[in-house]
């Protein structure tokens, strides 16, 4: 099983031939976010086609299983965003959303997933462009830091049982990968 | 029948979407890869949304047996409602369709062809196991209060309010100044016609006073809103009138006793004065004056009360308290309007500086013979008659330092106010714009026709009013302003000396909107204005059920559009009150008995109180007040609240469906990797 294992992804940038492309997974609010992303639609924004959204009836909605979801199934990072911390359509329940998404991020920092995999953004339903913009920058950011490789360790028991066992970082992987020009990002 | 059976139908519309993403692409790839999930049947369409596209999807649930139907098209914010109709038609339950974006999140804001068309393969991947996951679902209904909340009294409000009463229906319009009226009760004449504003506003203000089934609170806040879509409950605060409205008659001899007079800031914009007890102006209604506390002598120093001497009735009240009432409503109109932009803040033109630069909004007050000068148009001495006045356009629209927008209602305005300048006095008048906006009935006949009056017209903006005389020619203009522009259309510069200078304000969300969209669960653009459910076709709801708004709360507009949202929110609500019930979305948490440990960790947060326990009874959730939020389903440790329409279960498929293998980068996914055969479909095994 672990013969087809494509094991050159941890180190994609001697791979120069084809630039990584992350996937990311967005959840979205049914009153803010989502709609901003039907205003940035409508208004012919662009944005990288890496992101792939989701919609919620609330950020409030988002289970940290969803999260651990996305990322086991292939997401290189998971984005969440809902309305402005005093807009909630449903009044507070975006707050108790950032108390999770903290919370989750301080745990999946601890399972080696890099803060910027698991972003948040504010966007209300006029903000097209601000979320637009957002869906950029983190797609840059992912871009840098480059696959998320831990299924390689999760699915060759044996390649992980050679990391020490405090350490949360695969050995050998670098802070950040030399990150492909930034220039692109926006093509 | 074992296992769903999908139909999958991918819209063109038009080059729209097949402009960008390969549709039959992403046809052939959903009838191939997700031929393993259940996908019988996919097709591609020019209009899905058409009679033609929803036969087709008809037509397949008939003959293919089909019992989910997914179609990739524009938003569900769009379309959701007629392709679940088109379900309905053919006998499915509707909520077994399920739309997905490749328009608004695709084809509209990528342009790389091939990227695009697999992020919308992934789309419809997730959609289709989304869709697997589904149940078949009923509205709730619900029954609807008759009532309705009018938030704002000007014109809008007024004319939603009566279209309501009109009907039968009870409305409560509430407006946080002593009377009704609005801005418009202060303007002088109407645009383009010249009707007397007050003239036509006073009886529909009194119609409203009158109206057996509009209960008017003026001098009232609201403070709250609670509850949803035919069942709100609204506290309302009166303000104290000091003022027994019971014993009142509106003689106006407390008003014509009092000894403190003060600079009325609100409705005389500042030109004017108003007793410490008063009525903003003769034709108020309700007719009960108001007792302002900060600028009463008897508040100030304890002595004076001499309207309470005086009342023929006994009707003031020194003692009265600030009250609160709490009505229930099944709908809510937002008809706050607007404030004028503070001319203060460009400096550039001196508003505050120079006595003779004067704004819009002061001089409908000046002009109107109801007024502080009745009806002649003065400098600030209040005696001497301009001979020369310019008025400048845009003061605090189109300019990114202030608000990029136009304020639409200021050139038909200000031309307005050349000629109420000529026809009041002699002076030469210069109107300085950066373009004449005129559409509208009537408006460019009466922009040709001041034009003829002779105004001169320059186009340019203005640089800056001053009084510092520069030029050898402007010896003997002492005294006067000096208007900097450049006159585009001559090329060159100019300094016009005048008397009197009319900034033409731009019109400004209320300083507290966004404060009262959150009251109400509705969002603002960033601008401040209420955003609309749908711009062009939903153009007086918002996205919360049952808010509704009018008038210059949606931004900037004038009196006919005004009266026309008013009684555009009064059908969408008349059309619902006379149903009697409401069919709600059936998106609800729900708790399983079996595994609720009871720890009540939901109970605390939900916002609407729509959880409870009880022991020996359990959770229990109602979903009345229920508003599908789901943070109680993400919440609980037990995985015991489960939601309609938002399942995890949909939830956690649609996210694989999103990182279907194929549509991300090579290393595929930890599913893919790991579990081998689990999640991907051996390509050998699709059936043609």
Redesign the interface.
């Known amino acids: 099983?672990t013969a087809t294992?494509?094991t050159a992804?941890r180190t994609s940038p001697t791979e120069a031939a084809v630039p990584?492309?992350?996937?990311i997974?967005g959840f979205t609010c049914n009153?803010?976010s989502?709609?901003a992303?039907?205003l940035?639609?409508?208004a012919?924004?662009?944005?990288?086609?890496n992101v792939?959204?989701?919609?919620?009836?609330?950020s409030?909605?988002?289970?940290?299983?969803?999260v651990l979801?996305?990322f086991?199934?292939?997401?290189d990072a998971v984005v969440m965003t809902g309305?402005w911390p005093?807009?909630?359509?449903?009044?507070?329940?975006n707050v108790?959303?950032l108390r999770?998404f903290e919370l989750l991020r301080r745990v999946l920092t601890d399972l080696g997933i890099e803060p910027a995999r698991f972003q948040r953004v504010y966007a209300?339903?006029?903000?097209g462009q601000q979320l637009?913009d957002a869906f950029t920058r983190i797609v840059a950011d992912v871009r840098a830091l480059g696959?998320l490789?831990w299924?390689v360790d999760?699915?060759d028991p044996a390649a992980a049982a050679d990391e020490p066992v405090d350490g949360h970082e695969p050995a050998g992987t670098p802070e950040a990968p030399a990150p492909p020009e930034p220039a692109a990002v926006t093509a | 029948m074992t296992g769903p059976r999908v139909g999958v139908y991918v819209c063109h519309c038009g080059t729209n979407i097949a402009g960008v993403v390969d549709v039959a692409a992403v046809r052939d790839w959903a009838l191939e890869r997700l031929g393993p999930h259940g996908v019988v049947v996919a097709r591609d369409y020019p209009f899905m949304c058409s009679s033609l596209g929803q036969e087709l999807i008809e037509k397949d649930i008939a003959e293919l047996g089909l019992d989910r139907v997914v179609v990739a098209a524009c938003s569900p914010h769009m379309h959701e409602r007629t392709f679940r109709g088109a379900c309905g038609r053919a006998g499915l339950n509707p909520y077994l369709c399920e739309l997905v974006s490749i328009r608004e999140q695709v084809s509209w804001v990528h342009t790389d062809r091939d990227a695009a068309t697999r992020k919308a393969e992934a789309v419809v991947a997730g959609g289709v196991l989304r869709v697997r996951e589904q149940v078949p679902l009923e509205p709730l209904r619900v029954p609807i209060a008759p009532a309705t909340l009018v938030i704002g009294g000007g014109i809008a409000g007024i004319s939603a309010a009566l279209e309501l009463a009109d009907a039968g229906y009870p409305v409560h319009l509430v407006e946080r100044q002593p009377s009704i009226g609005g801005h418009m009760a202060q303007f002088d004449k109407t645009f383009p016609t010249l009707d007397c504003a007050a003239c036509i506003l006073t009886p529909r203000m009194v119609d409203a006073g009158m109206h057996p089934n509009i209960t008017l609170h003026t001098w009232s806040e609201v403070v709250d809103v609670s509850g949803h879509v035919g069942a709100f409950s609204v506290r309302i605060l009166h303000r104290p009138r000091y003022v027994d409205t019971d014993l009142c008659t509106g003689c106006g001899i407390c008003e014509e006793k009092c000894p403190a007079k003060v600079v009325d800031p609100v409705f005389e914009s500042g030109i004017g004065y108003r007793k410490g007890i008063y009525r903003p102006f003769p034709q108020a209604v309700p007719k009960y004056p108001v007792l302002d506390p900060e600028h009463c002598i008897y508040f100030e120093r304890g002595t004076c009360r001499a309207c309470e001497k005086l009342c023929p009735t006994g009707a003031i009240d020194f003692e009265q308290q600030p009250e609160e009432v709490t009505v229930e409503v099944g709908n809510i109109v937002l008809a706050t309007g607007f404030e004028p932009f503070d001319a203060r803040r460009v400096e550039a033109y001196g508003y505050g500086r120079y006595p003779n630069v004067f704004t819009s909004l002061e001089f409908e007050r000046m002009s109107n013979a109801a007024g502080p000068t009745g009806g002649r148009i003065v400098l600030r001495d209040g005696q001497t008659e301009p001979r020369s006045v310019a008025i400048v356009h845009c003061v605090g629209s189109r300019d990114r330092n202030f608000n990029p927008y136009c304020s639409a209602i200021c050139c038909m305005q200000s031309l307005k106010v050349a000629h109420l300048v000529r026809e009041h006095t002699e002076a030469t008048v210069y109107e300085l714009y950066i373009d004449m906006r005129t559409p509208g009935k009537g408006f460019d006949e009466f922009y040709q026709r001041v034009q003829d009056e002779g105004t001169h017209l320059i186009r340019g903006r203005v640089a800056e009013i001053t009084d510092v005389l520069r030029l050898p020619d402007e010896a003997g203009e002492d005294g006067r302003l000096i208007v900097q522009v450049e006159d585009t259309l001559a090329g060159r510069q100019r300094r016009i000396p005048v008397d009197m200078v009319v900034l033409s304000v731009g019109l400004e969300p209320p300083s507290d909107a966004r404060e009262m969209a959150r009251r109400l669960g509705i969002t603002c653009s960033s601008d401040g204005w209420v955003i609309e459910r749908h711009p062009k076709l939903d153009p007086v709801a918002t996205m919360t059920d049952g808010v509704f708004a009018a008038g210059c709360a949606l931004g900037p507009r004038d009196i006919p559009s005004s009266v026309a949202n008013g009684a555009a929110a009064a059908a969408r609500i008349l059309g619902r009150i006379s149903q009697g019930e409401l069919a709600l979305e059936p998106i609800r948490a729900s708790v399983d008995e079996a595994r609720c440990s009871g720890c009540r960790i939901c109970n605390d947060l939900c916002p609407f109180g729509a959880i409870s326990f009880e022991r020996g009874r359990g959770t229990e959730v109602d979903p009345a007040l229920c508003q599908g939020c789901g943070v109680c389903i993400a919440a609980c440790p037990a995985g015991a609240i489960s939601g309609t329409g938002f399942s995890d279960a949909q939830i956690l498929a649609q996210i694989e469906g999103l990182l279907f293998p194929g549509t991300i980068h090579p290393e595929a996914g930890l599913d893919a990797v790991v579990a081998g055969s689990a999640t991907t479909p051996e390509p050998e095994a699709v059936p043609a």
């Open positions: 099983m294992l494509p992804g990584f492309e992350p996937v997974i009153w803010c989502y709609r992303a039907d940035a639609g409508t012919r924004i662009k944005y990288p086609p792939r959204l989701i919609r919620l009836m609330c409030g909605r988002l289970d940290p299983a969803f979801k996305a086991a199934a292939g997401a309305c005093e807009d909630c359509h449903y009044r507070v329940q108790k959303a999770r209300s339903a006029a903000e637009a696959p490789d299924r999760l699915a």
